[in-house]
């Protein structure tokens, strides 16, 4: 399904579904090294009944430069911006993945239109502490591998010719996406192409090589609004000890698990994702 882009502020957006309704928007943010694309699947089964706005984080999707430009905080005051100028409020704010830190950060910037956030993969504690210190994959190898294996993917721009090499080949699907999904080989493949163009930036690069600068507990901790995790029960890099100890850190008031599933949600099963959007919508 084809929508309308625009661009706001530098950010470019999709903006679908009613108006004036009684019911809560949703706010999509992608994850790293992808673009708005990546909720095409998903922005299908919310929008007719619910306004859902999806954006380019800023430094990806169409607004990446060769530089790989990215700064947290400016990237939420622009998120932000948005916010104000689509006269956006009460909206539940989904990430996924390690962007888990920008929705805290214009959680904690803007209470008065974020009503909620739904961390869909999101809860990478010691993910993230590998990426600040890697000498932590030492003693977490399998760890190690997979989150350095999700930050070189994210860094180099996918071509066409490939994402049409995956979404036809099975075995070319097995062989490259096993770090991201459950079973590479089953993935549906009728939204692939689509949902990963535009993804790959050298922002991711530089997050890495600067991941001691973001605090991520204290910028998780500040979050005061409600958080629903949605998580793969085969993600790579989340565990039942990341889970208790995101716990702690914020007001987690429900833990969703998708079954047959990475880390990659919005791909593996949309429809199982935008079923656990709606559901923490009306909780």
Known sequence: MRYTTRVEGGIRYIDTGPRGTSGTGFLL????????????????????????????????????????????????????????????????VVSHSISCVVAAGLAAARPDAVRSLVLVSGALLRASEIAQRPS?????????????????????????????????????RTVTLWPFVAHPGRIPTEHLVEALTGSGSLAVLRILLTANAIDYHRLLSAVEQPVTLVIGDRDRLIDADDVARLRGMMRVVRVSVIRGCGHWPWLEQPSQLAARLTSSETS
Do not use: M, Y
């Open 136 to 172: 932590r994959a030492l003693r977490h190898p399998k760890l190690g591998l997979v989150v350095l294996t999700q930050f070189l993917a994210g860094v180099v721009p996918v071509p066409r010719f490939l994402l049409n090499a995956l979404a036809s080949s099975a075995l070319l």
């Open 29 to 92: 943010i992608h994850g790293l090294g992808g673009s708005l694309e990546q909720w095409i699947p998903v922005i299908g089964l919310l929008s007719p009944t619910a306004r859902v706005i999806a954006i380019d984080v800023p430094g990806f999707g169409h607004s990446r430069t060769r530089r790989g430009d990215f700064d947290l905080t400016a990237a939420v005051e622009r998120i932000s911006g948005v916010l104000d100028a689509l006269h956006v409020d009460r909206c539940v």
